[in-house]
């Protein structure tokens, strides 16, 4: 199935194929992802309140937990808005 164009925080969306936004989601939205658990999603949320936006869907990768193979086959599922 491939992935539609459209960029949402929202969980359901990401069911439905939409991206899920780095830069918006929160945690229970990034624990749907594929080999991301709520460990790692709170991470995620983490980083961003302290480090700050994603400019880019490869920069999940800079999560501690998240590597190099892993990011890879995650940055197909995210996206970051442009504002």
């Known amino acids: ?24 989601a929160d945690a229970f939205a990034f624990a749907l992802l594929p080999e991301i658990g709520p460990h790692t999603a709170a991470r995620i949320v983490a980083d961003r309140i302290a480090r700050g936006a994603f400019l880019a869907p490869h920069e999940i990768e800079r999560v501690k937990g998240i590597g ?16």
């Open 1 to 24: 199935m491939a992935l539609n164009e459209s960029c949402s925080a929202d969980a359901t969306a990401l069911l439905l194929g939409a991206r899920l936004d780095l830069n918006a």
């Open 68 to 83: 190099k193979k892993r990011g890879a086959r995650i940055e197909k599922l995210v996206c970051v808005k442009s504002s």
